[in-house]
């Protein structure tokens, strides 16, 4: 079972996530879950297909936003709008949950929801540090 590490009442991250997993996610109250990882990243590793599955099995939403290095732009976008539509709390994933906040901490700088430095400490109150990607 992973991590699952609360950003704000919306949003928590977390590393992968196993397919088992998923029961537990909709126990804990989530609505929706956003997979940041892209297929077949690493041997072992569950599908996109396998992942949305189980997750509407479980009675979540569930969208794939494959993210390799950083997000692009639209990527950015795709997700902040996700997250700003969708029913919460919403947990997104990815290797190690860096990328799903990294994309999170983008968008909200971009649409002005957040400044800087309230985002690095909600950023390093989930254990990531965001100093180096917001103040670029």
Known sequence: MSQFRRVTDQLSVSPQIAIADLALVAAQGFKTVINNRPDGEEPGQPSSAEM????????????????????????VEVERLLLEETPGPVLAFC???????????????????????????????AGYDLSGLLRA
């Open 95 to 125: 290797r190690s949950g860096t990328r799903s906040i990294n994309i999170w901490s983008i968008g909200q700088a971009m649409a002005g929801e957040r400044t800087p430095d309230e985002l690095v400490k909600l950023g390093a109150d």
């Open 52 to 75: 949305e599955a189980a997750a509407k099995a479980a009675g979540l939403a569930y969208a794939h936003i494959p993210v390799r290095g950083g997000p692009t732009p639209d990527q």
